[in-house]
Nanobody
Framework: QVHLVESGGGYVETGDSLKLACAASVRTFSSYAVAWFRQPPGKEREYVAGFSRTGGYTYYADSVKGRFTISRNNAEGMVYLQMNNLLPEDTAVYFC???????????????????WGQGTQVTVSS
């Protein structure tokens, strides 16, 4: 069982930056694929960014490319999402997710991840 806890959300203005953090309660964190998803109000949960299980691949949703950067510290069991130039459409609850079994072709699918955090709210005013 993996316990994930997100932090770092908040209320910001358009163009501001935020850095989200996800802490994992597992020693072998390097063997997990990890990802950030978000769920805007009234919409489906969507993929934002993530690492493959080996860490060799990093993926970003088109809507955040060039603005968001995902990073991880396996030794500390942490995953981060640096979000720059935030836009009102980035408003959502952001979730951290992890999986030991997800394959590359399914990295963007929420159903591929067994472990989820409780989410952290990000609100961007216009």
């Amino acid at each position: 069982q993996v316990h994930l806890v997100e932090s770092g959300g908040g209320y910001v203005e358009t163009g501001d930056s935020l850095k989200l953090a996800c802490a994992a309660s597992v020693r072998t964190f390097s063997s997990y694929a990890v990802a950030w998803f978000r769920q805007p109000p009234g919409k489906e949960r969507e993929y934002v960014a993530g690492f493959s299980r080996t860490g060799g691949y990093t993926y970003y949703a088109d809507s955040v490319k060039g603005r968001f950067t995902i990073s991880r510290n396996n030794a500390e069991g942490m995953v981060y999402l640096q979000m720059n130039n935030l836009l009102p459409e980035d408003t959502a609850v952001y979730f951290c997710a992890a999986s030991r079994t997800v394959i590359l072709s399914q990295l963007r699918s929420p159903g591929s991840y067994a472990y989820w955090g409780q989410g952290t709210q990000v609100t961007v005013s216009s």
